[in-house]
Structures are given as C-alpha cells and as structure tokens.
Nanobody, 124 residues
Framework: QVQLVESGGGLVQAGGSLRLSCAAS????????MGWFRQAPGKEREFVAA????????IYADSVKGRFTISKENARNTVFLQMNSLKPEDAAVYYC?????????????????WGQGTLVTVSS
C-alpha cells in the first residue's frame, strides 16, 4: 500500500538548521507532486512548501520563503525540506503530502496522501 514516512525532526536552537526527509513506498514517486505542511498545538494545519513532479517548480509559504528549501530526488523516492534560520514559531509537527495529479492539489491542502508527521521543536 502507498505510504509516506517522514524523518529528521528533532530539537534545534533558534537560528539553527534541520533537514526533514519524506520517503515514499508503493508509488511511482517521480509522477507525484510533493509538499510539506505543519501544525502547531492549538493551530490549524498550514501549507509550507510544494514541488512539482520534476522538482522544477517550487512554491513556498511567505512565512518560510528564503529560509526553507524543498527538493525532490526521484531516484531515491525521497523529498526533503531544508530548514535554515529556524525561529520558535517554526516549531510544529511537519507532515509530508503527495498527489499524483497536480501541484495545486498539494498547495490547496487536498493531497491524495499524507504522512504521519515528524516533530520539530525550536528553542529560544
């Protein structure tokens, strides 16, 4: 069955960096648009970043643009989220998302697949 598994979350000090990974199984990964969302306690889930099938098109939320980078490595069935200059407000559970149709399905929050999530904690 199709599955997305996130990893790489952890504790980091403000200003530090962290790289999240999302490995896909049971899918033809190269044909999926991918994305990342996050949800902090007591807050709604919000869009963070997305990548087209090829990785040639990327979209970022204004809150992370210039600090986060999404990259898709089709040969390894993995998408990454490089997070730099982390702020306390970046702390959340980060979820990987995928959709075989369009990147819009990801950016609008309606992907076909969701991962379990990985926790990112940022200390002040």
């Amino acid at each position: 069955q199709v599955q997305l598994v996130e990893s790489g979350g952890g504790l980091v000090q403000a200003g530090g960096s962290l790289r999240l990974s999302c490995a896909a199984s049971g899918v033809t990964f190269r044909r999926y648009a991918m994305g990342w969302f996050r949800q902090a306690p007591g807050k709604e889930r919000e869009f963070v970043a997305a990548s087209s099938w090829s990785g040639g098109t990327t979209i970022y939320a204004d809150s992370v643009k210039g600090r986060f980078t999404i990259s898709k490595e089709n040969a390894r069935n993995t998408v990454f989220l490089q997070m730099n200059s982390l702020k306390p407000e970046d702390a959340a559970v980060y979820y990987c998302a995928a959709d075989p149709r369009t990147i819009e399905r990801v950016t609008t929050g309606d992907p076909a697949l969701w991962g379990q999530g990985t926790l990112v904690t940022v200390s002040s």
